[in-house]
């Protein structure tokens, strides 16, 4: 019995100092420096199934590219005003800071978790080519992020259809 007791105390323990960590911002990770568009490209998905893009298969040979894709959402109406609703849905959601958005038809945002302040960074592009918003969402840390990702990227297309 005091064997499980000291289990017990020492998973509170390391339960405690992992929120901790969290709190005190050691668990975000480090913002990536390859970010933004690149010859029409967003970012390749992670190595790790953390991520989506809806870019993946333009990544045949990419280890995670199943796992990762995801639909563009469609523009509604013309793509500035499409960009300004996403704009607005993220501002919604707790934990999102724009980073960026300058009006050239790209927007990053960081999506912060409220505990133990894991960032997830998504990018949304207005592809002026095939007349989509491109997006890639992923996790800096980790590796799965149990499909928080794919939820947000789908909250979004459901608050442009309004249905969300």
């Known amino acids: 019995m005091a064997r499980l ?3 017990v105390f020492a998973l509170l323990a390391l339960a405690v100092a ?5 709190q005190l911002g050691l668990l975000g990770g480090r913002m990536p420096d390859d970010l933004g568009v690149k010859d029409g490209r967003l970012k390749p998905p ?11 298969a333009l990544h045949p040979d990419h280890p995670m590219r199943a796992y990762a894709e995801i639909a563009p959402l469609p523009i509604q109406g013309d793509g500035p005003s499409t960009l300004a609703r996403l704009r607005q ?7 999102v800071k724009i980073v960026r958005d300058n009006g050239d038809g ?10 133990m302040k894991f960032i997830d960074d998504i990018e949304l592009w ?4 095939h007349h989509v918003v491109q997006v890639r969402s992923a996790s800096r840390v980790g590796r799965k992020d149990f499909g ?14 309004g249905k969300g």
């Open 106 to 115: 790209y927007l990053y945002a960081q999506c912060t978790t409220r505990w």
């Open 46 to 56: 992670s190595t790790t199934p953390n991520s989506v893009s809806s870019q993946a």
């Open 5 to 7: 007791k000291w289990i």
């Open 148 to 161: 928080v990702n794919r939820e947000r990227v789908e909250a979004l297309r459901a608050g442009l259809a």
């Open 126 to 129: 207005v592809d002026p080519v």
């Open 18 to 22: 992992a929120v901790l960590a969290g």
């Open 89 to 95: 849905q993220l501002q919604a959601m707790p934990g």
